[in-house]
């Protein structure tokens, strides 16, 4: 089977859209499929492909991390995918790249697998002011709706995608498909301890203390200002713990500021980005990830967290409780109290506790490699496919009717 990728971010971009991705790509093509990832790129001038990558020139959009955002309409890029011949079109945006997966989806009269990756009510922040966000929400899920009644499948790594069609007006079934770990970069015992040592000393990390980890983008809706309030709160020097945040964001320098002026700037580590194939060195050398988002729906780097033995201390969210097996892969809380008692649990463990630990933890993600995803949506596919050819041609409707 062929199968295009439609993303607007891609590596070297760091996101949890582009692991996923790159993931469920390497996952296809283990298993003999071709794939061509379709992306938008701020570096280049005109359309090309190399390594299976069709790159197409885009604009940097500050208020979307710099991210490159490209039109939808190119004939160039047309013709590129049209002499792919894909058997599939699966968008994992819906700006200007995933538009034009609509387009050559239509065009091409393959079918288009639809997979929401954000609830873009909690995003409006970045792109309206705020006397704006009522009718920048009302666009936004209308767009959302245009694009669905496209698509021949809906899919998200979490129950909150359905609820969020069902919430903005979107009846179609979705099909609930966990995001995967690169068990080939993630996993026990694949990183030395100099290069456990090397990690931590790059940027003054203690090697004495019980580390907890966040990694990701660092903005509003990630909450990392709730950890910190937490552990300002509920932790004190003598416990010998010590956060460690990775990422790169619009908030890094706001937060770097809050842990000096919380006091608790020695107890935190800010590491800045860190290249994706480096990430595993810093898991390895910490003791449990911790989060306080509620946006996330299967977070991508909690999982990669887990593949790497780490127990999960995950700010209690209904829809995504499920997500967490109590004392198998970590532990849901939801006061900070219950935070600073599950912090304390895990570091009042013996070596040979926590090595036991992320043995269990690592056994819960086992099986959500590559390959797994891979033929996750290859179900998805093959139903598609089929539906397709046994259904008239439907009318679509208009973006603003």
């Known amino acids: 089977m062929k199968i295009a990728l439609f993303t607007e971010t891609y590596y070297p971009d760091i996101n949890g859209v582009a ?52 039109t939808p309409f190119s004939r160039k890029r047309k013709k590129m995918i049209a002499d792919f011949a894909p058997d599939i079109i699966h968008i994992h945006h819906e700006f200007g790249i995933g538009l034009s997966g609509v387009f050559a989806s239509k065009r091409l009269s393959v079918p288009l697998i639809y997979t929401l990756h954000t ?57 609930i498909i966990p995001n995967s770990a690169d068990l080939t970069l993630f996993g026990l015992d694949k990183v030395t301890p100099e290069q456990k040592k090397r990690a931590l000393e790059k940027h003054n990390i203690p090697q004495d203390k019980t580390l907890a980890i966040f990694v990701g983008r660092l903005g509003k809706e990630k ?60 898991f390895a050398a ?16 909690m999982l990669e967290g887990m593949a790497s033995g780490l127990p999960t201390l995950q700010r209690y969210d209904q829809l995504n409780a499920s997500q967490i097996i109590e004392g198998v892969n970590g532990w849901l809380y939801q006061t900070q109290e219950e935070f600073a008692e599950l912090l304390l649990k895990i570091a009042a463990m013996t070596p040979e506790e926590k090595a036991a630990m992320k043995n269990t933890v690592y056994g819960s ?31 679509r409707p208009i973006l603003f009717r």
């Open 119 to 175: 609830m873009y009510d909690q995003y409006i922040f970045y792109i309206a002011p705020r006397i704006l966000h009522g009718a920048a929400t009302k666009f936004s899920h209308r767009y959302e709706r245009y694009i669905a009644s496209h698509a021949h499948a809906l899919t998200g790594p979490s129950q909150k995608c359905d609820e969020y069609f069902k919430r903005i007006g979107i009846t179609k079934e979705t099909s």
């Open 223 to 282: 909450s990392i200002d709730v950890l910190l309030e937490f552990w300002k709160n509920t932790i004190k020097a003598e416990n010998n713990l010590h956060l460690v945040i990775v990422g790169g964001g619009p908030d890094e320098e706001s937060l770097r500021l809050m842990a000096k002026g919380l006091g608790i700037d020695n107890q935190v580590s800010f590491t800045g980005m860190i290249p994706h194939d480096e990430i595993p060195a810093y």
């Open 365 to 395: 993600v086992v099986d959500r490699g590559q390959s797994d995803l891979a033929k996750y949506m290859l179900g998805i596919y093959d139903k598609a496919i089929k539906e397709k050819e046994a259904s008239p041609a439907r009318q």
């Open 19 to 70: 692991a996923h991705v790159d993931t469920l790509r390497d996952g296809l093509e283990q298993l003999g499929h071709e794939v061509l990832i379709v992306t938008a790129d701020k570096h280049c001038k005109h359309h090309y492909i190399q390594n299976g990558v069709l790159h197409c020139p885009s604009v940097a959009v500050k208020r979307f991390y710099g991210f490159g955002v490209a």
């Open 286 to 301: 910490c003791d449990a990830f911790v989060t306080a988002s509620l946006s996330e729906m299967n977070s991508i780097s």
